[in-house]
């Protein structure tokens, strides 16, 4: 079994930052990719950013240039650092882990997610 448990939602004002974590747990043998996507109600889920094993990143157009996502792999953590957030990116930001099991099965698992939302 694996979990990824989010932290570091909230309440922030326009221009402020915030910090998302998530911890992946359980029977894993290796992370591929990490990633953080949000979700408004009646939208679909939106790919936020990226990063494989090697560092390689991927942002989303809306973000780049104002988010950075990174990670530890000796803690199986990724984190996004959110900055000079607008309104617009208000919503519930999911984590996102694509791995392999100790069982070397290949699985994709979401967090619970957190909300963010930007408001004054």
């Known amino acids: 079994q694996v979990q990824l448990v989010e932290s570091g939602g909230g309440l922030v004002q326009p221009g402020g930052s915030l910090r998302l974590s998530c911890a992946a747990s359980g029977s894993i043998f290796s992370i591929n990719a990490m990633g953080w996507y949000r979700q408004i109600p009646g939208k679909e889920r939106d790919l936020v950013a990226t990063i494989t094993d090697d560092g390689s990143t991927n942002y989303a157009a809306s973000v780049k240039g104002r988010f950075t996502i990174s990670r530890d792999n000796a803690k199986n953590t990724v984190y996004l650092q959110m900055n000079s957030l607008k309104p617009d990116d208000t919503a519930v930001y999911y984590c996102?882990?694509?791995?392999?099991?100790?069982?070397?099965?290949?699985?994709?698992?979401w967090g619970q997610g957190t909300q963010v939302t930007v408001s004054s």
């Open positions: 996102n882990a694509d791995l392999y099991t100790v069982r070397f099965a290949r699985m994709n698992y």
